[in-house]
């Protein structure tokens, strides 16, 4: 088996094992031992479990981070409200397939990422830094041009980031038998109309 051979087989392994028992639970001895290679041979690569689980999610964090930065650079650009509806639902669209194609890793970023301190905590605020900074960005660009109306821009960003990751996290990893381009034309719906609540209304009299 060659180094790189080895290398994806522990990283392989290592998904695997982090999803059967948890990144607690699961020792290098498991990684090894599912990989089918001497426990030796683990630290010619990593230097602990630690850094396995790093290596995993900055390499999932690196195809989104590259898809983002291609797609929102002209996130709200486009002369009529059809192109600015199209690069919207293309951004969805291209996250959507990562998830999809990374579904194991997205799953141990979030459960793990989000659920302890140490190295979850640096790793998943690393995360939300880049994506946040790249989103309100984009939301300053909108705002300037008239096509959004936000009191505050990194607060309309986190509210943004929140939906779209909340939403992911749910039809992606939990309810996967949902209808895909159905939540991408309802989610970019909502980005770009939101709730369409009436201040106006008149409220109904019992009679």
């Known amino acids: 088996m060659g180094e790189i051979d080895t290398k994806n087989a522990l ?30 041979t683990f630290y010619n690569y990593f230097r602990s479990k630690d850094d396995i689980f790093r290596d ?35 951004v969805i669209r291209d996250i959507i397939s990562i ?45 300037g041009r008239g096509l959004i109306q936000v009191e505050d821009s990194l607060i309309g960003s986190v509210l943004l980031f929140g939906l ?4 992911l996290l749910y039809f992606v990893l939990i309810e996967q038998k949902t209808d895909m381009e159905k939540f991408e034309r309802v989610l970019v719906d909502f980005v770009l109309k939101g709730l369409s609540f009436d201040y106006g209304f008149k409220a109904f009299k019992n009679e």
């Open 11 to 40: 990283v392989t392994s290592a998904i695997r094992m982090f999803q059967q028992n948890g990144f607690q639970r699961t020792r290098v001895s498991d990684i090894v031992s599912d990989a089918g290679v001497a426990q030796g």
């Open 56 to 90: 995993i999610c900055t390499h999932f964090i690196d195809l989104l981070q590259q898809k983002f930065v291609e797609r929102t650079e002209h996130l709200f650009d486009g002369e009529t409200s059809d192109e600015v509806v199209e690069n919207v639902r293309h």
């Open 164 to 167: 779209f990751e909340r939403s």
């Open 99 to 143: 998830y999809q194609e990374h579904l194991d890793v997205a799953e141990l970023l979030f459960r793990e990422g989000i659920g302890n301190g140490g190295i979850f905590k640096e790793i998943y605020e690393d995360f939300l830094s880049l994506f946040l900074a790249l989103i309100e960005d984009q939301v300053k660009k909108a705002i």
